[in-house]
């Protein structure tokens, strides 16, 4: 089984969004990319979301947190909406014609039978890193992986990624940042006392 990487280059990931946006518009393949990337949810879980989990009818608007319990671990996870997030949202119920509470965000496109599958969205993330030109194996965890990756960068720390992630340990979420060699050059290079 080979490793999963998150996706480094910014260049590449801004390309890799945009392919359901602009290149092949598919309003769900794109929220489910944005909402991937940007919640850092399992996939399962980011699949088995509901229009109840994102939108209040009652107030007629957009929730603010997207709270889950988490299908791995059976911990609540409350994540804030991005405007990222929100703006995929936006998109995708401007396109989508059904739109109940219980009717799953990403459904796999038969008349009420589900969400998307894990292998379907498998392809969709493969078609759109073909385009963006990752030649490294980019699969559905890759979508958490980059929001860690990411977040390190930007100066978040590890602990709090951990808390983030929900890991048990700090081993396992070192193992997610998949920090090579050009990073620790990159810190050399920069940090001149």
């Known amino acids: 089984m080979s490793t999963t990487y998150p996706i480094k280059s910014e260049e590449k990931l801004k390309k ?7 290149i092949k518009p598919v309003c769900r393949n794109y929220a489910m990319i944005i909402l991937g990337l940007n919640t850092a949810f399992r996939i399962g879980d980011l699949l088995s979301l ?3 989990d994102v939108f209040s009818e009652k107030k007629n608007c957009f ?3 997207i709270c889950i319990t988490e ?5 609540e996870r409350s994540v804030a ?8 949202l936006y998109i995708l119920r401007e396109k989508e014609i059904h739109r109940e509470e219980t009717r799953y965000l990403f ?8 969400h998307l599958s894990r292998s379907q969205a498998f392809r969709i993330i493969k078609e759109a890193a ?5 030649e490294e194996h980019i699969s559905c965890h890759s979508l958490r992986k980059t929001f860690g990756y990411h977040a390190w960068k930007q100066g978040v720390q590890p602990a709090l990624l951990m808390e983030l992630y929900n890991h048990s340990s700090y081993r396992v ?3 997610y940042l998949c920090i090579e060699q050009d990073d620790k050059d990159r810190v050399y290079l920069t940090v001149q006392l």
Do not use: C, I, M
């Open 81 to 88: 909406v991005n405007a990222s997030v929100s703006d995929a």
């Open 130 to 134: 073909e385009y963006a030109g990752l």
């Open 16 to 22: 890799f969004k945009e392919y359901y946006l602009f």
């Open 71 to 75: 299908q791995k671990t059976g911990k």
């Open 173 to 175: 979420t070192k193992q």
């Open 50 to 52: 509901q229009w109840r």
């Open 107 to 114: 459904p796999n496109g038969r008349k009420g039978s589900g």
């Open 63 to 65: 929730k603010d947190h």
